[in-house]
Nanobody
Framework: QVQLVESGGGLVQAGGSLRLSCAAS????????MGWFRQAPGKERDFVAA????????YYADSVKGRFTISRDIAKKTVYLQMNSLKPEDTAVYYC???????????????WGQGTQVTVSS
């Protein structure tokens, strides 16, 4: 059974930084795509960033380009989201996801973590 566990969320002031982690377990992820999504209260779950488990190409939502960086450590089976220059509009629950391909839509991902809250104060 695949398990994704996020950590690293918290409260930060605008302009600050946080690094989210997603620990993956339960199977081999070699052919998988890994994604980060976020969901603010009353809004849909939106794509943030994605990276293949094997490979270096990364994908970002326009709203986070230049501020967020996705990466993964294969040996640790962990995916990271480094978030810099945070803004109040980045406030949301952030979810890690895994699926058979890189995608920017939630339906393409089969496995999800429980989410971690990120709150950015102004």
């Amino acid at each position: 059974q695949v398990q994704l566990v996020e950590s690293g969320g918290g409260l930060v002031q605008a302009g600050g930084s946080l690094r989210l982690s997603c620990a993956a377990s339960g199977r081999a992820f070699d052919s998988f795509g890994m994604g980060w999504f976020r969901q603010a209260p009353g809004k849909e779950r939106d794509f943030v960033a994605a990276i293949p488990w094997i490979g270096s190409r990364t994908y970002y939502a326009d709203s986070v380009k230049g501020r967020f960086t996705i990466s993964r450590d294969i040996a640790k089976k962990t995916v990271y989201l480094q978030m810099n220059s945070l803004k109040p509009e980045d406030t949301a629950v952030y979810y890690c996801a895994a699926g058979p391909q890189i995608a920017t839509v939630t339906d393409s991902y089969d496995y999800w973590g429980q989410g971690t809250q990120v709150t950015v104060s102004s």
